[in-house]
């Protein structure tokens, strides 16, 4: 596959399987400044099965989101939206994040100002966290990034809303398994609006596709990054 990606996320781990990871890094975590930052955070901040076929890769969780563990409560109700037009409930899917720490308090509105100052902390924290789960889930089949900062984690280049949002990559990080990209549900605005419309035409095509046609494990093998070498 062309292209390099934005982190080198080779894992010095031995294998283990994917209720063994999570039950290791279900504890509080200090190995990089963020987590000094946020001594409470619980080290992994995650819900449903690790036997999921789908996982959704979220940047980082709200201080809320890490204390009661509930990835996506701040931006719940569309979430449930989105779940609804799938067909799908919370226990369908694997939800986790990027980085396992919040952004520190009153700074960075803009997530990709997050990632360019605490770059090296997420890729430490994504290859021994989130990376290590995806890897081991046995059934998975397609990863759903929220946001183009996630997309560029796993897909390298500069992911963009015409080239990336709504479309299925793959990636080097994790073989055999298609990378859908979505916008972040906090960033969609409140009402009837053409953003939020688009969205909603591309989560209606990806339950036609996949969740209802089945063409998604065929896709996936199929599936190449090539706009990194457009």
Not at 50 to 72: C, G, Q
Not at 118 to 131: G, K, S
Not at 152 to 165: M, Q
Not at 187 to 216: A, Q
Request: hydrophobic residues 40%; charged residues 20%; aromatic residues 10%.
């Amino acid at each position: 596959m062309a292209g390099q990606a934005t982190f080198s996320f080779a894992s010095p781990e031995p294998p283990a399987t994917a209720p063994e990871i999570v039950s290791e890094l279900s504890q509080a975590c200090q190995e990089c400044s963020l987590g000094v930052l946020h001594p409470g955070n619980s080290g992994l901040v995650y819900c449903g099965p690790v036997t999921a076929k789908i996982a959704v890769l979220s940047d980082y969780p709200a201080p809320f989101e890490i204390r009661n563990k509930t990835p996506l409560f701040m931006v719940a109700s569309e979430w449930e939206r989105w779940l609804k037009r799938w067909n799908l409930s919370a226990g369908d899917i694997f939800v986790t994040h990027v980085g396992q720490c919040p952004k520190p308090l009153g700074q960075f509105s803009d997530t990709k100002d997050f990632f360019r100052l605490y770059n090296e902390e997420v890729a430490h924290c994504m290859h021994r966290r989130a990376l290590r789960v995806l890897r081991s889930m046995p059934n998975l089949e397609v990863v759903i990034t929220l946001g183009l900062p996630v997309a560029k984690i796993l897909l390298g280049g500069e992911p963009r809303d015409k080239s990336h949002i709504g479309e299925w990559f793959a990636s080097v990080h994790l073989p055999n398994v298609a990378i859908f990209c979505l916008e972040h549900p906090r960033l969609l605005e409140p009402g009837v609006n053409e953003k939020r419309g688009r969205i909603y035409e591309i989560l209606n095509g990806f339950h036609n596709l996949y969740l209802r046609g089945g063409v998604m494990p065929e896709l996936a093998r199929a599936a190449t990054c090539a706009w990194q070498t457009a």
